[in-house]
């Protein structure tokens, strides 16, 4: 079964296309308000520190793929699309510097 991680907002516009576009059975889901912005300023080291340890717990239980996703209009982090995008590749650099997995993290971002 090929299972993957999704890190994301609480806002469940994510989790759909997500699980379409990683092409998995099943996603756990790390949900924090305005997550991209946080692991992409690098700025509250606390909620960094308790994303790395899901991370950590969920990749003991076989992933296959970790992804970050934000979307259109994110109570969490309003901001324009391309600022998002821009939390979100840093937010990608900052998960993967965590050295947990080979896989590589997938960025995504959902309209709508």
Same mark, same amino acid.
């Given at each position: 079964?090929?299972?993957?991680?999704?890190?994301?907002?609480?806002?469940?516009?994510?989790?759909?296309?997500?699980k379409e576009k990683?092409?998995?059975?099943?996603?756990?889901?790390?949900? #924090?308000?305005?997550?991209? &912005?946080? /692991?992409? =300023?690098?700025? %509250? +080291?606390?909620?960094?520190?308790?994303?790395? !340890?899901?991370?950590?717990?969920?990749?003991?239980?076989?992933?296959?793929?970790?992804?970050?996703?934000?979307?259109?209009?994110?109570?969490?982090?309003?901001?324009? #699309?391309?600022?998002?995008? &821009?939390? /979100?590749? =840093?937010?990608? %650099? +900052?998960?993967?510097?965590?050295?947990?997995? !080979?896989?590589?993290?997938?960025?995504?971002?959902?309209?709508?």
């Amino acid at each position: 079964m090929d299972k993957a991680l999704l890190i994301t907002c609480g806002d469940e516009k994510c989790y759909g296309p997500a699980k379409e576009k990683l092409s998995v059975s099943r996603v756990f889901i790390c949900a #924090r308000p305005g997550i991209n &912005k946080i /692991l992409g =300023e690098s700025f %509250n +080291t606390t909620q960094i520190k308790e994303v790395r !340890e899901e991370v950590e717990f969920y990749c003991k239980l076989g992933l296959n793929k970790i992804a970050i996703a934000g979307h259109e209009n994110c109570a969490g982090n309003p901001t324009s #699309r391309e600022q998002q995008v &821009k939390h /979100l590749r =840093e937010a990608k %650099n +900052t998960v993967e510097s965590f050295g947990i997995n !080979e896989m590589g993290v997938i960025i995504l971002y959902v309209n709508g």
